[in-house]
């Protein structure tokens, strides 16, 4: 047997008994889990000890399709460490493979010829369904680096994906690798083109935070928002194939989810409610609500009247609201005071503390309530906002913008009125004035360059007291606010410090694909680098046929030929159309959200194809795509990026003057 066999052995029985070693791992937490109540001292205990024991036996589960390892460390000092995705130890709790968030894992990512950090050689394994089938060395105390020449990462790189996103863990580069490891307290903007990873990098920014800071994180919360519920099913699997299963994802219409949505606005009426001086509107609006006392307070208790004088009421309204509390807030600091006042003229009286029951009845008496409805009035944010709505008369906004946004006919309440999308995001702000919510430990924020201001500001206020990382490309705004600048974006996020990153070689998208894509960036009127692809494939095919459908059918049945996944791209008005088309020829098709589907073709519409991608993507009349929307070129640059090896173009009508200069067909 040859040295180079030899090794293979070893390392595939290393993988074994990694494997054999992570099952006894997973059946100690099950033993734990099933005699928690008999270990534990009480019940509080054995619950905990319960419910940290299931997300153990979770984090433990294991893949056979997925390797253990992807790399190995051989150090100066002689030591040796497998990389891997999770900490796995043998039974005397020596590591057999240790989690890629490790210090000593950083070396694998950023070891180089020219600072090998104390890396003797850097081995890269090649699995295929879980089976180590290879390996590759870089001495790279001799100087040798492979680099993106490395076949095996190459290949990881390249493979054909099906289903949801993977994670990119053998696959990280160095300036993804410093994003990801960036500080808790950091905010970091990826402006990432095409292709470079940034989402990748952004959940595995998440993880790394997990595993660094676990107790801090998950007592506050680590939050995924992201631009559809299609994107967020396409990355579901990636932070669980991890081990990490506590974090929230939402989209930004779920988040401030707390009207029902019935109705659609016009744009003009949702670009009002989306810029941000709707903020200073409803700020206006509540805080005008407050009044002064006009008369002293009495307040019979038993044989005793109490009495508070104007003076000192004004004076407890007037220090609350220098507080700038949230309005709720400060309410109860009006009421509590008041009460506090109560309380001192009954001990001077009466020569004793009143109890917690005298204290809770003062506070509740008709007097006090009078009082606080007359200088602090109670609301609610969807009450603010119908008020607002049905006159929406202020100095902020122009006669034609209140009219944009009146209620052409106010409902008699405000839970019977028909909300729209962007009313939730004011009823939201309104109730962020009204009552703060929750901050979360860390925020990740993809496809940001779509958020309004005022969706800004509803991530902001959930992550008022931590950094967040924000994933996107100005080139692929497709919203009418979609953002021109970060800069902007960040102030409304509330991190106007925050770094702007820019990623721009892209390891996904093949050079065929983003050389045609680039031809449109002129034509967007954002100020963005162009992507540049290390992948010197790609097919790219057009064809122009007055038969759509058929044309469409015809790549659909080309690219089935070979393996991995395929997104049929078209306007959202074909969609229909082109699903019956193709289920009569026996091609059945899944939606965006079917991303466990057994189907390998996924029909979807321009519009939620942002985020995703595809082996073989097939574009349907891009000319309608363009004609549908204000921003419908940055719509196509989006449609057009979402291929990972091929491209094909089906067209009747004429094709965009950027891309016909090059295309025919």
Same mark, same amino acid.
């Not at 540049?532 to 097919?539: I, K, N, T």
């Given at each position: 047997?040859?040295?180079?066999?030899?090794?293979?052995?070893?390392?595939?029985?290393?993988?074994?008994?990694?494997?054999?070693?992570?099952?006894?791992?997973?059946?100690?937490?099950?033993?734990?889990?099933?005699?928690?109540?008999?270990?534990?001292?009480?019940?509080?205990?054995?619950?905990?000890?319960?419910?940290?024991?299931?997300?153990?036996?979770?984090?433990?589960?294991?893949?056979?399709?997925?390797? $253990?390892?992807?790399?190995?460390?051989?150090?100066?000092?002689?030591?040796?460490?497998?990389?891997?995705?999770?900490?796995?130890?043998?039974?005397?709790?020596?590591?057999?493979?240790?989690?890629?968030?490790?210090?000593?894992?950083?070396?694998?990512?950023?070891?180089?010829?020219?600072?090998?950090?104390?890396?003797?050689?850097?081995?890269?394994?090649?699995?295929?369904?879980?089976?180590?089938?290879?390996?590759?060395?870089?001495?790279?105390?001799?100087?040798?680096?492979?680099?993106?020449?490395?076949?095996?990462?190459?290949?990881?790189?390249?493979?054909?994906?099906?289903?949801?996103?993977?994670?990119?863990?053998?696959?990280?580069?160095?300036?993804?690798?410093?994003?990801?490891?960036?500080? &808790?307290?950091?905010?970091?903007?990826?402006?990432?083109?095409?292709?470079?990873?940034?989402?990748?990098?952004?959940?595995?920014?998440?993880?790394?935070?997990?595993?660094?800071?676990?107790?801090?994180?998950?007592?506050?919360?680590?939050?995924?928002?992201?631009?559809?519920?299609?994107? $967020?099913?396409?990355?579901?699997?990636?932070?669980?194939?991890?081990?990490?299963?506590?974090?929230?994802?939402?989209?930004?219409?779920?988040?401030?989810?707390?009207?029902?949505?019935?109705?659609?606005?016009?744009?003009?009426?949702?670009?009002?409610?989306?810029?941000?001086?709707?903020?200073?509107? &409803?700020?206006?609006?509540?805080?005008?609500?407050?009044?002064?006392?006009?008369?002293?307070?009495?307040?019979?208790?038993?044989?005793?009247?109490?009495?508070?004088?104007?003076?000192?009421?004004?004076?407890?309204?007037?220090?609350?609201?220098? #507080?700038?509390?949230?309005?709720?807030?400060?309410?109860?600091?009006?009421?509590?005071?008041?009460?506090? &006042?109560?309380?001192?003229?009954?001990?001077?009286?009466?020569?004793?503390?009143?109890?917690?029951?005298?204290?809770?009845?003062?506070?509740?008496?008709?007097?006090?309530?009078?009082?606080?409805?007359?200088?602090?009035?109670?609301?609610?944010?969807?009450? &603010?906002?119908?008020?607002?709505?049905?006159?929406?008369?202020?100095?902020?906004?122009?006669?034609?913008?209140?009219?944009?946004?009146?209620?052409?006919?106010?409902?008699?309440?405000?839970?019977?009125?028909?909300?729209?999308?962007?009313?939730?995001?004011?009823?939201?702000?309104?109730? /962020?004035?009204?009552?703060?919510?929750?901050?979360?430990?860390?925020?990740?924020?993809?496809?940001?360059?779509?958020?309004?201001?005022?969706?800004?500001?509803?991530?902001?206020?959930?992550?008022?007291?931590?950094?967040?990382?924000?994933?996107?490309?100005?080139?692929?705004?497709?919203?009418?606010?979609?953002?021109?600048?970060?800069?902007?974006?960040?102030?409304?996020?509330?991190?106007?410090?925050?770094?702007?990153?820019?990623?721009?070689?892209?390891?996904?998208?093949?050079?065929?694909?983003?050389?045609?894509?680039?031809?449109?960036?002129?034509?967007?009127?954002?100020?963005?680098?162009?992507?540049?692809?290390?992948?010197?494939?790609?097919?790219?095919?057009?064809?122009?046929?007055?038969?759509?459908?058929?044309?469409?059918?015809?790549?659909?049945?080309?690219?089935?030929?070979?393996?991995?996944?395929?997104?049929?791209?078209?306007?959202?008005?074909?969609?229909?159309?082109?699903?019956?088309?193709?289920?009569?020829?026996?091609?059945?098709?899944?939606?965006?959200? #079917?991303?466990?589907?057994?189907?390998?073709?996924?029909?979807?519409?321009?519009?939620?194809?942002?985020?995703?991608?595809?082996?073989?993507?097939?574009?349907?009349?891009?000319?309608?795509?363009?004609?549908?929307?204000?921003? /419908? $070129?940055?719509?196509?640059?989006?449609?057009?990026?979402?291929?990972?090896?091929?491209?094909?173009?089906?067209?009747?009508?004429? $094709?965009?003057?950027?891309?016909?200069?090059?295309?025919?067909?």
């Amino acid at each position: 047997m040859s040295d180079l066999d030899s090794d293979l052995a070893a390392e595939r029985q290393h993988l074994t008994e990694s494997r054999a070693a992570l099952k006894r791992m997973r059946e100690l937490a099950e033993v734990l889990f099933a005699t928690g109540d008999r270990v534990a001292g009480d019940a509080y205990t054995a619950e905990q000890l319960g419910r940290h024991m299931s997300r153990r036996m979770r984090e433990l589960a294991d893949d056979p399709n997925t390797p $253990l390892f992807f790399g190995r460390l051989e150090l100066s000092d002689d030591n040796r460490f497998h990389i891997g995705r999770r900490h796995v130890t043998d039974a005397a709790g020596e590591p057999m493979v240790l989690d890629w968030r490790a210090p000593v894992s950083r070396s694998f990512y950023q070891a180089s010829a020219r600072d090998p950090q104390g890396v003797r050689t850097r081995r890269r394994f090649g699995f295929v369904k879980g089976r180590l089938t290879s390996f590759e060395d870089e001495h790279l105390d001799r100087g040798e680096e492979l680099g993106t020449a490395s076949r095996i990462l190459t290949a990881e790189i390249e493979r054909p994906r099906v289903g949801p996103m993977r994670d990119i863990v053998a696959t990280i580069q160095p300036e993804q690798d410093e994003l990801v490891r960036a500080e &808790l307290g950091d905010t970091i903007c990826v402006q990432g083109a095409p292709g470079t990873g940034k989402t990748a990098v952004g959940l595995h920014r998440a993880a790394f935070l997990l595993f660094t800071h676990r107790e801090r994180l998950r007592r506050s919360g680590v939050l995924i928002v992201g631009p559809n519920t299609a994107f $967020l099913h396409y990355i579901a699997s990636v932070l669980p194939a991890l081990g990490e299963l506590d974090v929230h994802q939402s989209t930004v219409d779920a988040l401030v989810d707390t009207v029902p949505v019935k109705a659609v606005d016009t744009p003009e009426a949702a670009r009002v409610k989306h810029d941000a001086k709707m903020a200073a509107v &409803l700020s206006d609006a509540l805080w005008r609500r407050i009044g002064k006392p006009t008369e002293p307070l009495t307040v019979p208790d038993d044989s005793y009247r109490w009495r508070i004088a104007i003076e000192r009421l004004r004076r407890i309204v007037d220090d609350v609201r220098r #507080e700038n509390p949230a309005y709720g807030v400060g309410r109860e600091r009006v009421r509590a005071r008041v009460v506090g &006042l109560l309380q001192r003229q009954s001990e001077t009286r009466r020569g004793d503390s009143p109890s917690d029951t005298w204290l809770r009845r003062m506070g509740r008496s008709k007097p006090v309530t009078a009082l606080l409805d007359q200088v602090w009035p109670a609301v609610t944010g969807p009450e &603010l906002v119908a008020e607002l709505l049905t006159d929406p008369s202020t100095t902020e906004l122009t006669p034609a913008e209140q009219e944009a946004i009146r209620w052409a006919k106010p409902p008699k309440t405000w839970k019977s009125a028909r909300w729209t999308h962007a009313d939730a995001v004011l009823v939201d702000e309104a109730n /962020g004035l009204i009552e703060r919510p929750t901050s979360f430990g860390h925020v990740v924020v993809d496809e940001a360059q779509d958020l309004s201001p005022m969706q800004c500001r509803a991530i902001a206020r959930r992550s008022e007291h931590a950094a967040l990382t924000v994933l996107g490309d100005l080139a692929q705004g497709t919203a009418p606010w979609a953002a021109r600048t970060w800069t902007e974006s960040l102030d409304h996020l509330g991190k106007p410090q925050g770094r702007v990153v820019p990623l721009t070689t892209g390891f996904r998208v093949p050079a065929a694909v983003l050389v045609l894509a680039n031809r449109l960036l002129p034509a967007l009127a954002v100020d963005v680098p162009p992507a540049v692809s290390l992948r010197a494939d790609g097919e790219l095919r057009v064809t122009n046929d007055h038969d759509v459908p058929g044309a469409t059918i015809a790549a659909v049945r080309r690219a089935l030929a070979i393996e991995g996944s395929v997104g049929v791209i078209a306007p959202d008005a074909a969609v229909a159309g082109l699903r019956t088309a193709l289920a009569e020829v026996g091609i059945e098709t899944a939606t965006a959200d #079917e991303v466990e589907a057994a189907e390998r073709v996924t029909l979807l519409p321009a519009t939620v194809a942002k985020g995703l991608e595809y082996d073989h993507v097939i574009i349907v009349e891009p000319a309608d795509i363009v004609a549908a929307e204000a921003r /419908g $070129l940055n719509r196509l640059y989006v449609v057009l990026t979402r291929a990972v090896s091929r491209l094909d173009i089906v067209h009747a009508k004429a $094709l965009p003057h950027q891309l016909s200069d090059t295309l025919s067909g």
